[in-house]
């Protein structure tokens, strides 16, 4: 029963999108305030009753419902709870559910955080965000509906698959989603100001709060699917340029670059059609993202079944909403020209290399997803893009950008010191230097490249602490004037350095992962020793150990230092029975300074020696906790006082700029 | 692709620029055409150089311990089969190996092994353990025929008509779904054929 009326709150959702996507725009043109005054109410109570429809599907999946043929499909009555639970969102359908919950979330969101939006501006926004949901509520209702029952039910269900009973894939798509379905505001508010022909600071600043909670959500999202893949998938490697990594990537790229152009906005009234662009593309590039992954376009580690209706729809959704916005924004981004000068050194220049980098950057990532598609369709070829390209095209253009953070943060706005800047930066410079030298002395005098990445690390960590130094005038000024200084701050500003910090620390890691990483893939019978990275690895024998709907084979390993024990390690092939599937989980011992990651294979011959791989990596946390980091800085900027009061009432003054 | 509108940001305004405003519009129209093309290919397939061509020449000697006489090219055609490419060492092979018992116990479809780069005491164990469905075995020891026969990789199922011509490859692991909508109903209408 539950179910059903699960169903029916879905189809009212839709009505009340239909009601959202059509009233509040029609009576933000005629100026017609009750109709504009709908907006709030229907965005709350859309999302009120997607909650409630995805409430009914997460009851149906918990008591193991199988006469919904959601349920039936993917989970089975042996499964732990906790993934009974996310294996409601580990499918096409019911990650559907999820994507809308999370859009009419944000709708509600703004409904209740913006209140201080003009009215017909807020009308415009949610209309807007019901039109996406009217596009995805009639998608689910239409092609992929997850409220269907079975009659009869059938006994027991099919199971989920055991590469995704894992809890951080569970968790994975819930902050993807909250990263990229909160992208859709920034498209909204985008689409609100095109229909406005009005851009100026404060939209940018209303704009701010809805990206910053995207950003930093897709941030933690991508560095939980990339955690996922390196502990799960076995291969030792952190991420694999895989279609479907690229399309979590892509917004994420663009969404930072609108991050940035959003500032030169609030602050300099500048780079306005540009930053109205970048909002779009964020957007349309999750949609495109959510077409790659659900059609079947491209082949991927992490596909969902795919149905070419499905494809069809998402395709016409898509060319509704990126190619309306696009022609929208040829119409009426021309007339939005103007905005104050800057000379090319200057923090808005330094933010325009930013965007021109990130953009190109994410020009690179588009072309090598979708080339192999465009070289089938033109000659008929297959063709796979790898690592190659992507590492020859795209780290390159990181470097400038890497290079350009604390110099850009330096340099103040319209007209900038270089010199100046430089000379303030010598610390920085001498230490990444130092850096640098001391990684070719002491540990390879080969390693050229990779003692390039510790510089630029150090380069970013100790310019941005060096640029927050300046602000509080630390050692010019009693320490105590520099701490109330320090108190003083705007949380932006501290949100940025956490932020650059993190990327800093990311770099770390990226950099000690490349070329540190000793693998050695060879045949172990138990009791057998090697070296690895200074660490003797005894292979200690296989046994057999059943789990909650699992058979599992765990090898131990044990790792020896100077003979003394470091750690003992399992490493696991899973067998589920009920899929018919085997995985292979992987035997980490991590600590802050390198991961010891064990992979048993195969048996080989008769003496119970079996494949194993044995990787030795290098800093590697450091990579995820650099992104963690960098999700933190977007937090403290998001509690940045000036996004919760601070805005003008403007609906009718158009604002000046900040400063002149 | 959209990099440049920005000078119109910066500099006086100009309506020669309007265009530029286009840009991103055409783009993603150029960019919607392509994913729509995509969706009507089907990237699982990958391409076989030998569909819809005779099989090629080939002669192998039986598994030691095996009482056939090997498989070679003479013994394609006539009834249509299947060549399944297997080895122990495949874990996915262990999967897929009950339904080929099925379709030669039940179906009595003609199932010929092209058993590949594996040992012989290990291949010999799989069949005594897992059943053995096949009518002759190869062994491909260095895997030089699975060459000829353009395998990527284990397991892969080729269908053969009365001919000799493979007419259909199924790369990876058959299922339950790909044998009852694909492979019976292939058999079935070859066999009707004359």
Redesign the interface.
Known sequence: MTIELGHFALVLAFAVAVVQGTLPLYGAARRDPVLTGIAPYAAVAQFLLVAFAFATLVQAYLVSDFSVRNVFENSHSSKPFFYKLAGTWGNHEGSLVLWVLILTLFGAGVAVFGRRLPPTFMARVLGMQGLISVGFLSFMLLTSNAFLRLDPAPADGRGLNPILQDPGLALHPPFLYLGYVGFSTAYSFAMAALLEGRVDPSWARWLRPWVLVAWLFLTFGIALGSWWAYYELGWGGWWFWDPVENSSFMPWLVGTALLHSAIVLEKRN?????TI?LA??TF?LSL?GT?LVR?????SVHAFATD?AR??YI?LL??IA??GS??L??IR??AM???S??APISREGAL?LN??LL??AT?TVLLGT?YP??L??LTGA?ISVGPPYFNATFVPLMIPLVLAIPIGTMLSWKRGDLPGVLSRLKLAVAASVLVAAAYLALFDWRGVLAAFGYALAAWVILGSLLELAGRIALFRVPLGRSWNRFKGLPRSALGMTTAHVGLGIFLIGVTATTSGQIERILVMKPGETVTLAGYEVTFEGVSERPGPNYIAERGTFSARRDGELVAEIHSERRFYPVE???TTEAGIDTTLWRDLYFVIG?K?GEEGGRTVRLYFNPLVVWLWGGLVVMAVGGFVSLSDRRLRVGAPTPAKIRTAPAEA | MTATTETTETTAPSNRRAWLYLLPVLVFVVIGAFLAFGLTRDPSVLPSALLDKPAPEFELPPIPGRDDHGFSRADLGGEPMLVNVWASWCVACRAEHPLLNRLAQEEGVIINGLNYKDRAEDAMAWLEELGDPFNYVGWDIKGRVAIEWGVYGVPETFVVDRNGTIVYKQVGQMTPRVINEVILPLIEKLRREQ
């Open positions: 500048a780079l306005k059609s540009w662009l779009i593309l349309a495109l077409f059609s079947g376009v491209l082949t070419p494809g069809v395709l898509l060319l990126v190619g696009l022609a924004f040829a981004a021309p020209q103007g905005g000068l800057f325009v965007n021109l953009s190109t020009a979708l598609l465009a089938e369709a297959k018919g599937q085997t195969d080989v």
